[in-house]
């Protein structure tokens, strides 16, 4: 197994990935993926990821002189996050930063309070001059730039690789002076030091919670009425039995968590996974407030943890405990997060890396967490038999003939003929009369209350509203409005011939596929009859 970058603190991958076909009435895909590079996103997460890690081992370590250690660390750390441009030169500082931080952890952590006393607190010491030396020297040069009034100061390469060697030079004193004084092993690599930490910060956190420990969500129940979905239910389990992630994909209301709920209940799911069932729901969260700690904070509280300390460590260790299904429903709220998606994206291929978790998601969004292999599902509309069986389930008395035309109007969506049912039951509403009010009234029949449940609108505003159509800017909603008028959709061939003026029409036709608002028929751009309604 790989990782990205050696000895940093970064989730592992797999590489090759390739999704398989999906059913339904969409063509076989093939994706060649590699392993992304080093970016400037990533080493931001690094510097992120460590600055948690050092403030972790001073909340554990017992002497104030490795605190003010610590303390100076963060300042050089933050100081780099905050006010320093050229923060993908600081790498390797930044790994000897957190290297320094664990090694004291490790000094400490393992020695006798009186030794705490004599040579390593004269070790200790010194390591403080070196690195407050330093934090000074970052201080001054940053300085500089806000007298100047520029906001970032940039730092020559020369002046931080002084700065990494020479903490380089002082750690391996500090480490021959505990070796000689201790007889404790010092000579350990980063990834080798922060496993050590890991583990002690998971046990750590699991005895002091023990009180916080809550009963975990209670799995929701095989869907009331569910029909025309056995073949896909079947090839989800096929696929998860086999230990594969799944990704339900498809545009909203078209009845993803119903499968998956349906999934998560089906008799072979329950005899291998057993109590190791999660249905982690992402529905009842604001894309724009997402970020890495309400992500893991959410599957935290469905695991039955009260938002612990070290989230990803103890996630991690419960999940790895025995053969695990995880279901994560819309996951589009997480997967195109204003904040942290790259880090959200880290963390379930962390979790997926586990040889015993397995993995389904809900969602509206082709994009997924690269580095896992995906069994990518379509969930296509109903079948003409199915919608009419589905309708009948809530309001039976209507002829087939008559339900057909109806429900063909609006494409056989599920969450459309779940609303059309309720409104003609609640109204008391004879067929007539629902064609009646079809007719003058149709997108007001497709809103029976707020939620995304009960409401087209909602369920295609969220949508509308992901940071990645924002992007955009309006453009994409133009071109929505556009195809929506237009009952064949429009030719993705002749795209640039049709608005010769718009630079970046591909990509929002790209991204209105990509989040499941279009889909391609042939050479053509089209929507589903109730999202064109809607527009």
């Known amino acids: 197994m790989n990782t990205h970058r050696k000895n940093s603190v970064i989730l592992p991958f797999q590489e090759n990935s390739v999704p398989m076909p999906g059913i339904g009435p969409v063509a076989r895909e093939t994706y060649s ?18 600055i948690t890690t050092i403030q972790l081992i001073k909340n554990v370590v017992p002497s104030q002189t490795v605190s003010g250690i610590l303390s100076s660390i963060t300042g050089i750390l933050n100081i780099i996050m905050n006010t320093i441009e050229n923060q993908d030169d600081f790498q390797e500082l930044v790994e000897q930063c957190q290297m320094t931080g664990l090694v004291v952890w490790r000094a400490t952590s393992a020695t006798p309070q009186h030794q705490l006393d004599g040579t390593i ?4 010491t010194n390591l403080t001059s070196s690195v407050d030396g330093i934090l000074e020297a970052v201080k001054a040069k940053t300085e ?3 007298v100047s009034k520029a906001f970032h100061a940039t730092i020559d390469r020369n002046t931080i690789n002084k700065w990494k060697n020479e903490l380089i030079r002082f750690l391996t004193l500090f480490n021959i002076e505990v070796n000689i004084a201790t007889n404790i092993s010092m000579n350990l ?8 930490f890991q583990e002690h910060s998971i046990t750590t956190t699991s ?9 975990a969500d209670v799995l929701p129940t095989w869907p009331r009425v569910f029909v025309g979905r056995s073949e896909l239910v079947q090839s989800a389990t096929d696929a998860l039995l086999k230990s594969h992630h799944v990704a ?8 993803k968590s119903s499968v998956a709920r349906a999934v998560l209940n089906d008799d072979t799911i329950v005899s291998k996974f057993q109590a190791r069932r999660y249905f982690v729901r992402f529905d009842d969260m604001d894309v724009t407030q997402v970020n890495l700690k309400t992500f893991l904070d959410h599957i935290a509280r469905a695991l039955g943890f009260a938002t612990p300390v070290n989230a990803y460590n103890l996630i991690t260790k419960t999940l790895s405990t025995a053969e695990t299904l995880l279901v994560l429903d819309n996951a589009e709220t997480f997967l195109d997060a204003t904040m942290d998606a790259g880090r959200i994206a880290d963390a379930i291929d962390g979790f997926g890396a586990r040889p015993n978790v397995t993995i389904l998601l809900t969602t509206r969004t082709t994009v997924l967490p690269p580095n896992l292999e995906w069994v ?4 296509p509309p109903l079948e003409e038999s199915a919608a009419c069986e589905a309708f009948q389930a809530y309001y ?12 063909s109007a609006v494409d056989f969506h599920p969450l459309s003929i779940n609303l059309l049912a309720q409104a003609a039951v609640q109204n008391e509403w004879s067929p007539q009369d629902l064609i009646t009010a079809w007719d003058h009234q149709c997108a007001t029949l497709l809103e029976a209350g707020d939620g995304k449940s009960q409401s087209l609108a909602v369920t295609i505003e969220t949508s509308l509203n992901s940071p990645s159509f924002l992007k955009l800017g309006e453009t994409v909603h133009h071109l929505l409005q556009i195809i929506a008028f237009l009952p064949q959709g429009i030719s993705k061939t002749h795209l640039t011939a049709i608005f010769p003026g718009v630079s970046n029409i591909k990509t929002c036709a790209d991204a209105l596929c990509r989040q499941s608002l279009a889909y391609l028929n042939g050479d053509f751009i089209t929507l589903l009859a109730p999202i064109r309604l809607y527009m």
């Open 207 to 215: 005895h002091s919670q023990m009180d916080a420990i809550e009963e």
């Open 396 to 407: 039976p008395s209507i002829e087939i003939s008559v339900l057909i035309k109806l429900l």
């Open 189 to 196: 690599k980063l990834d080798e030091l922060l496993s050590m």
């Open 248 to 255: 339900l994909i498809g545009p909203g209301g078209i009845g």
């Open 144 to 146: 500089k730039n806000v």
């Open 121 to 124: 607190h004269r070790a200790l």
């Open 33 to 50: 993926l590699s392993p992304r590079s080093p970016s400037h996103e990533r080493n931001i997460s690094i510097l992120d990821n460590t």
């Open 376 to 379: 990518r599902l379509r969930v």
